[in-house]
């Protein structure tokens, strides 16, 4: 497979940009002219921010399985689709060809007929990071059921959560998953996250761990025994169902300045050519690279880079089942040497992480099949990019910083690989299609360059976030009614004097946590659910590896006098509410929350008191109590 539309020197990507903003129909039809269709679109894009409601290619008819699956077949079936690293170093790799894929994928999904999953209906997907979990996801979108990927982190309560909100009748997971050393039960945590729950009609049960679970009469089978009545049935294939363009192809749960998660919805056509596109030109990808994005299927980017962008360009995309630093920090390293991995996609919180180790690691490892690196999910240090492009890149790989949201489906600022200047720090030059602009806090567009604001994108690119499912309204507030005619992404950007894109972090009330997106309401309502807990506010705090640690101010009114023992319960609390990305890093018990006359926090303090800075807390007079301050001070963990 090549791609017509990849483009190699900067002067093509200046071009492109321009065509696409002159003439998005134009320059988005010919790109979507090279995928498979059932039938053509009627009209590339129609849109209005203010609803918001935007439609790409409307009319047009595909499956995205036929994209990343069928077509393929003829060319390059025998070769590697997956490749799949398991936890354990010493456990044989499994390696899946397209044409293996494909059928695994048609057997899955008349498994999922078989169980009843129609056109339309949500299946909920608990897994670990084996193939099946790639096989699950690929069989929803075959049959066009909606997925809803819930990352194996997640708590029996947030799963719930979810599962609620969207109203899923099926859930597919796995009797356990291993993560470094540790096994996850994850039966387990869906029995307790369906305790009471009569909406559920099927669990599938794949086996990994061989963890005992409790199967129950009537909702839960073994995906095994599924996939042997499918054989015994004896017929291998499964039509892709045919959907339009703006079907919704799945939900992605992820986390605002509100309390509760918002399911993300996207939709098919768009996100398959901006995924599409976005692999293939800012990675660079060429047909027989090896392209290892170290992601949990459970976040966008795994949904992205590990499983539409790359196979819908016939690529082959690796798969890893455990964690950088188990059983030690050279994990990656010999992943990379082992498949000669020609791409490598990870975060800036796993680069901080493996720099601690030290250089030991690398020792002996060869790293030289490297061609691209990648940095996703958090800004990333200098520091930290200079070991990555020195020690991992040898200096020889390009280094792209891809800024984008589980909201945006895809990369929208980055630089390309060896095509585009790469800049420490900054994710530089907007996608094609792409139109960023800073505005100040009244709304007021801030031209020019030098400059820092709130950073918006001005028109759709075909992967924009639809609605949030269940609740249209929720989408237009938080994205497109702070500044009307436009997106709003949350995060605040410096624009520098040649026009390039620094993202400095969230003007919002979300945290960043290792590349974890999470909302301080959320984890909010987790503490204030702990019996003792009056008040708490949380606030973000710098973390040399994780980018953000998790800073809890609480009014703790706990009987049992242990101080370290009540943070300790609050920890489990969080942990067991939402799952332990979301545990507090530190925890201080305060008499009171500087609050304002009318009741608002002034987390500006708790902030300046996490960080440690007590220069300047600024104006304080409008404090309900000022004395506060000195207190919450001098308590500082
Ligand atoms: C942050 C992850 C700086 C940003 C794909 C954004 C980044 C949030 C970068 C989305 C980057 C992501 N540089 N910050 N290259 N990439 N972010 O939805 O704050 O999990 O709003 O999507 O991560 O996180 P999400």
Redesign the pocket.
């Given at each position: 497979m090549t791609y017509p539309y990849q483009v190699t020197d900067f002067a093509g990507y200046e071009l492109a940009y321009k065509r696409s903003i002159e003439d998005p129909e134009g320059f988005w039809g010919d790109i979507a002219a090279n995928f498979t269709w059932k039938r053509k679109w009627d009209k590339v894009l129609e849109w209005d921010f203010l609803r918001p409601e935007i439609k790409w290619f409307n009319g047009g008819k595909l499956n995205i399985t036929e994209n990343c699956l069928d077509r393929h077949l003829e060319h390059s079936g025998h070769l590697p689709a997956i490749i799949w690293e398991s936890n354990n170093p010493e456990e044989h790799h499994r390696m899946l060809t397209y044409k293996e894929l494909h059928f695994k994928v048609m057997q899955f999904a008349n498994v999922l007929k078989n169980n009843g999953v129609k056109k339309g209906d949500r299946v909920c997907i608990y897994m670990g990071m084996i193939p099946e979990l790639a096989i699950a996801v690929l069989a929803c979108a075959r049959i066009g059921a909606i997925h809803s990927v819930i990352f194996g982190g997640f708590s029996a309560q947030a799963i719930a959560d979810r599962v609620h909100d969207a109203r899923a009748e099926y859930i597919i997971t796995s009797d356990g998953a291993y993560r470094g050393a540790k096994d996850i039960p994850l039966k387990s945590v869906i029995d307790d996250a369906l305790v009471g729950d009569h909406t559920v009609k099927r669990v599938i049960v794949s086996t990994r761990t061989r963890t005992p679970v409790s199967m129950i009469k009537g909702r839960d089978v073994w995906w095994e025994d599924e996939i042997r009545k499918v054989e015994t049935q004896g017929n291998p294939f499964c039509a892709a169902e045919e959907m339009d363009a703006e079907d919704v192809l799945f939900i992605l749960y992820?986390s605002g300045s509100t309390g509760k998660p918002k399911g993300?919805v996207h939709t098919t056509a768009g996100y398959m050519v901006w995924t599409n596109y976005t692999f293939v030109n800012a990675f660079q990808y060429q047909p027989g690279m090896v392209h290892f994005c170290t992601a949990d299927i459970g976040?966008?980017?795994g949904h992205?880079y590990i499983v539409y962008g790359p196979l819908s360009a016939g690529g082959t995309t690796l798969m890893f089942e455990g964690i950088p630093t188990w059983p030690d920090a050279g994990r990656f390293w010999e992943i990379v040497e082992k498949y000669k991995v020609n791409i490598l996609y990870t975060a800036?919180t796993a680069i901080r992480s493996l720099m601690g180790f030290g250089l030991d690691y690398l020792e002996g490892k060869d790293l030289s099949s490297l061609k691209v690196l990648g940095?996703?999910?958090?800004?990333?240090n200098e520091e930290a990019w200079h070991w990555y492009n020195k020690h991992i890149g040898k200096e020889k790989c390009p280094i792209i910083?891809?800024?984008?949201?589980?909201?945006?489906g895809g990369?929208l600022?980055?630089n390309w690989a060896g095509v585009t200047p790469a800049k420490p720090t900054f994710?530089t030059l907007p996608m094609p299609g792409v139109q960023p602009c800073l505005v100040d806090d009244q709304g007021n567009e801030i031209e020019g360059n030098g400059v820092t604001g709130n950073l918006c994108i001005k028109a759709p690119w075909p992967a924009i976030i639809r609605t949030t499912y269940g609740d249209h309204e929720r989408c237009r507030q938080t994205y497109f009614s702070t500044y009307p005619g436009k997106y709003f992404?949350?995060?605040g950007c410096l624009r520098d004097e040649e026009g390039h894109y620094?993202?400095?972090?969230?003007v919002d009330d979300?945290l960043?946590v290792s590349?974890?997106?999470i909302g301080t309401a959320e984890v909010e309502n987790a503490i204030n659910m702990h019996a003792g807990v009056i008040e708490s506010a949380v606030v973000g705090y710098p973390h040399d590896i994780k980018g953000q640690g998790i800073y809890a101010f609480i009014i703790y009114s706990g009987t049992h006098g242990d101080i370290q023992l009540s943070k300790q319960d609050i920890v489990q609390t969080v942990s067991r509410i939402i799952g332990p990305i979301a545990k507090p890093d530190k925890i201080q018990f305060v008499p009171g929350l500087p609050k304002t006359r009318s009741g608002k926090i002034m987390r500006r303090i708790l902030r300046k008191v996490a960080e440690g800075d007590f220069s300047n807390f600024g104006d304080t007079s409008t404090l309900l109590d000022p004395s506060l301050v000195e207190v919450i001070r001098d308590g500082r963990v």
């Amino acid at each position: 497979m090549t791609y017509p539309y990849q483009v190699t020197d900067f002067a093509g990507y200046e071009l492109a940009y321009k065509r696409s903003i002159e003439d998005p129909e134009g320059f988005w039809g010919d790109i979507a002219a090279n995928f498979t269709w059932k039938r053509k679109w009627d009209k590339v894009l129609e849109w209005d921010f203010l609803r918001p409601e935007i439609k790409w290619f409307n009319g047009g008819k595909l499956n995205i399985t036929e994209n990343c699956l069928d077509r393929h077949l003829e060319h390059s079936g025998h070769l590697p689709a997956i490749i799949w690293e398991s936890n354990n170093p010493e456990e044989h790799h499994r390696m899946l060809t397209y044409k293996e894929l494909h059928f695994k994928v048609m057997q899955f999904a008349n498994v999922l007929k078989n169980n009843g999953v129609k056109k339309g209906d949500r299946v909920c997907i608990y897994m670990g990071m084996i193939p099946e979990l790639a096989i699950a996801v690929l069989a929803c979108a075959r049959i066009g059921a909606i997925h809803s990927v819930i990352f194996g982190g997640f708590s029996a309560q947030a799963i719930a959560d979810r599962v609620h909100d969207a109203r899923a009748e099926y859930i597919i997971t796995s009797d356990g998953a291993y993560r470094g050393a540790k096994d996850i039960p994850l039966k387990s945590v869906i029995d307790d996250a369906l305790v009471g729950d009569h909406t559920v009609k099927r669990v599938i049960v794949s086996t990994r761990t061989r963890t005992p679970v409790s199967m129950i009469k009537g909702r839960d089978v073994w995906w095994e025994d599924e996939i042997r009545k499918v054989e015994t049935q004896g017929n291998p294939f499964c039509a892709a169902e045919e959907m339009d363009a703006e079907d919704v192809l799945f939900i992605l749960y992820t986390s605002g300045s509100t309390g509760k998660p918002k399911g993300v919805v996207h939709t098919t056509a768009g996100y398959m050519v901006w995924t599409n596109y976005t692999f293939v030109n800012a990675f660079q990808y060429q047909p027989g690279m090896v392209h290892f994005c170290t992601a949990d299927i459970g976040w966008i980017t795994g949904h992205s880079y590990i499983v539409y962008g790359p196979l819908s360009a016939g690529g082959t995309t690796l798969m890893f089942e455990g964690i950088p630093t188990w059983p030690d920090a050279g994990r990656f390293w010999e992943i990379v040497e082992k498949y000669k991995v020609n791409i490598l996609y990870t975060a800036p919180t796993a680069i901080r992480s493996l720099m601690g180790f030290g250089l030991d690691y690398l020792e002996g490892k060869d790293l030289s099949s490297l061609k691209v690196l990648g940095t996703v999910g958090e800004p990333i240090n200098e520091e930290a990019w200079h070991w990555y492009n020195k020690h991992i890149g040898k200096e020889k790989c390009p280094i792209i910083d891809t800024w984008w949201q589980t909201e945006t489906g895809g990369v929208l600022i980055s630089n390309w690989a060896g095509v585009t200047p790469a800049k420490p720090t900054f994710a530089t030059l907007p996608m094609p299609g792409v139109q960023p602009c800073l505005v100040d806090d009244q709304g007021n567009e801030i031209e020019g360059n030098g400059v820092t604001g709130n950073l918006c994108i001005k028109a759709p690119w075909p992967a924009i976030i639809r609605t949030t499912y269940g609740d249209h309204e929720r989408c237009r507030q938080t994205y497109f009614s702070t500044y009307p005619g436009k997106y709003f992404t949350g995060d605040g950007c410096l624009r520098d004097e040649e026009g390039h894109y620094r993202i400095t972090g969230r003007v919002d009330d979300v945290l960043n946590v290792s590349g974890h997106r999470i909302g301080t309401a959320e984890v909010e309502n987790a503490i204030n659910m702990h019996a003792g807990v009056i008040e708490s506010a949380v606030v973000g705090y710098p973390h040399d590896i994780k980018g953000q640690g998790i800073y809890a101010f609480i009014i703790y009114s706990g009987t049992h006098g242990d101080i370290q023992l009540s943070k300790q319960d609050i920890v489990q609390t969080v942990s067991r509410i939402i799952g332990p990305i979301a545990k507090p890093d530190k925890i201080q018990f305060v008499p009171g929350l500087p609050k304002t006359r009318s009741g608002k926090i002034m987390r500006r303090i708790l902030r300046k008191v996490a960080e440690g800075d007590f220069s300047n807390f600024g104006d304080t007079s409008t404090l309900l109590d000022p004395s506060l301050v000195e207190v919450i001070r001098d308590g500082r963990v």
